[in-house]
């Protein structure tokens, strides 16, 4: 059975679910999106989300078609017709139908509902491997969804071994292609603030970190990485996940650090007691 | 009537013309186009827009899926059933139907025509202003589809009564967001070469300059703007059109300038002996 999509106010199946292809998002790249997921079938942190969501949408200048409670409404049509295990839900807010291929016109919004892929135990087990490339996201606060650069490098980061890119710019570290990059060192954990999106998984991490560790938001410069006794990143597919290599420098002792498996567990922690109230 | 597009092997009516929603340039802004005029009717260096085209997708690795001839048997056959007075031909190839949300499918390709607008024949007369923004376009010499920016800042380019913005970067001179930028200073046409996406017009008008005038393909300060006695910028619709001022800065007297004047001419006249080939 082919799953169902929210598009402008209907629910279809996916092969109907379609756009008009004068769509600014399709024509000149304008849109943003956001995406979240379910633990344990129920929309985990949905209202972070969707206040990023129309963070974005507000930053852009494009306008949400409905509210937030009829958003919530939608989402939870869409779960529980498509039925997944554990969903992603992607949201999609573009510049809309053009007159003349340049002006947004009237947003066109829709919802999808994919099944989640959860990345492979042994990322945890063993750590991952970052690959650097200088690269700066236009309106990095925004999350638009221009992807181009990591879509285009991807081939390269698997030929170099790497799980993903780590992007930095002017020598600082900013952001992973679509996760928050983080560093400990004596006790204290270290995330760049600016010039990168700021994750949900992020803050959550950030907040719970704090009982066991000095949190820093700040610049953190390419240098720094050497002084690193750990390394991980967060994402919302992705939780917390250990980093010990990035490009050919190994970070502490090439194993996941005491600390980011502390947060590995508190994060899941977390996880459970938001799924049982 | 509505107009006819293109898409996927079929030629449909707008309203019909279609993709599903799980397109990665709507996902992930993963695509190229390219965009090109009739003049008189018949379509205008056609060949050297195909060979750009073809060059963007193989950088960005999406396949075409039909050969040349075949794209321009379907542009004659888009403009035949159209028949606007002069047509616009927006041809987008994009990251296609994506699995996973992230890793291009085959390529999706249309065509749209369009009635060509002109612009005013004032900014010709009177020249125009170009307002600064510091900004290097991803994959410069791609043809993508991000116009995050451009589209993002268009009301303040507005505000300050620009008609479009002059990107620079790293104290360089690049590019208007959909046109190429000249100065002119004692015979001598300068443009930059680097970091921009080189226009089909640019080359027309770089090979018309050579007869009247020293050209130079070569970086560009911003700085070297001071000693401009004229500017201008090209474009597919635009052909070449006089630059007066860059932010508070008046070109030369503030009027279309000499060169500038010969080289519209010039473009025009070799525009009339196209379209009698």
């Given at each position: 059975m082919e799953p169902e999509y929210y598009v402008n106010g209907e629910i279809l199946p996916a092969s109907n679910a379609t756009l008009k292809i004068n769509d600014l998002?399709?024509?000149r790249g304008y849109g943003i999106f956001d995406f979240f997921r379910t633990s344990g079938g129920k929309p985990f942190l949905m209202d972070n989300y969707l206040d990023r969501f129309s963070n974005s949408?507000?930053?852009?200048?494009?306008?949400?078609?409905?509210?937030?409670?009829?958003?919530?409404?939608i989402v939870l049509e869409?779960?529980?017709?498509?039925?997944?295990?554990?969903?992603?839900?992607?949201?999609?807010?573009?510049?809309?139908?053009?007159?003349?291929?340049f002006t947004p016109g009237d947003p066109n919004f829709f919802i999808l509902v994919e099944p989640i892929?959860?990345?492979?135990?042994?990322?945890?087990?063993?750590?991952?491997?970052?690959?650097?490339?200088?690269?700066?996201?236009?309106?990095?606060?925004?999350?638009?969804?221009?992807y181009l650069?990591?879509?285009?490098?991807?081939?390269?980061?698997?030929?170099?071994?790497?799980?993903?890119?780590l992007y930095y710019f002017n020598g600082n570290i900013l952001e992973v292609s679509?996760?928050?990059?983080?560093?400990?060192?004596?006790?204290?954990?270290?995330?760049?603030e600016k010039n990168v999106l700021h994750g949900i998984t992020r803050k959550t991490v950030l907040n719970l970190?704090?009982?066991?560790?000095?949190?820093?938001?700040?610049?953190?410069?390419?240098?720094?990485?050497?002084?690193?006794s750990e390394a991980f990143i967060t994402g919302t597919t992705k939780r917390v996940m250990p980093v010990t290599n990035i490009d050919d420098r190994i970070i502490g002792i090439?194993?996941?650090?005491?600390?980011?498996?502390?947060?590995?567990?508190?994060?899941?922690?977390f996880e459970k007691s938001y799924q049982a109230e």
């Open positions: 998002t399709l024509l949408a507000a930053l852009m200048d494009l306008k949400l078609p409905v509210g937030r409670d009829k958003i919530k409404e869409l779960l529980d017709r498509n039925r997944f295990e554990e969903s992603g839900i992607r949201m999609v807010l573009t510049g809309g139908y053009s007159e003349d291929g892929h959860f990345p492979d135990e042994k990322y945890y087990l063993h750590g991952i491997k970052l690959i650097t490339y200088e690269h700066l996201r236009e309106w990095s606060g925004v999350k638009s969804i221009n650069t990591p879509i285009k490098i991807r081939k390269d980061i698997e030929q170099n071994k790497g799980y993903d890119v679509r996760s928050n990059f983080f560093i400990i060192r004596d006790k204290t954990l270290v995330t760049p970190a704090r009982d066991i560790l000095t949190v820093e938001e700040r610049d953190l410069s390419l240098k720094e990485l050497t002084t690193a090439g194993e996941p650090g005491p600390e980011t498996k502390k947060l590995m567990e508190i994060f899941r922690e």
